[in-house]
């Protein structure tokens, strides 16, 4: 499991490469890997932008899948996901891509977990 607490977006690309580290030591799957850091700083970008408060990113490796677990500290809740997100829209582009790279994406409170594909 990796585990970290960012609080600011110039934290990200060194918490992205830890990330990338511990990923690696379970898989070499480039595409897993490169999906992996666009869903986690999406994710996180989204927390530290939106509620204005440090992101908490945990990352799993088990049964050939990853997951991520992004958890605002604050009690900032964003918008349920949508399955018909609007890519044409100024917002919610990213959480559309986020979503064509998810197997499952689910916001329970302030955490969202995204189980990639494979």
Not at 85 to 111: H, M, Q, T
């Amino acid at each position: 499991m990796f585990f970290s607490r960012i609080n600011s977006i110039e934290k990200i690309r060194d918490v992205l490469n830890d990330m990338q580290f511990y990923i690696e030591s379970n898989t070499n799957d480039e595409n897993n890997i490169f999906n992996s850091r666009l869903v986690a700083c999406e994710l996180v970008t989204n927390v530290l932008v939106h509620s204005k408060c440090p992101a908490l990113l945990q990352v799993n490796y088990y049964s050939e899948k990853i997951e991520i677990v992004v958890e605002s500290e604050s009690c900032f809740v964003a918008e349920n996901i949508k399955d018909n997100i609007d890519a044409s829209s100024p917002c919610g582009r990213g959480l559309f891509i986020v979503n064509s790279l998810c197997e499952k994406l689910y916001r329970d409170g302030k955490k969202t977990t995204a189980i990639l594909k494979n």
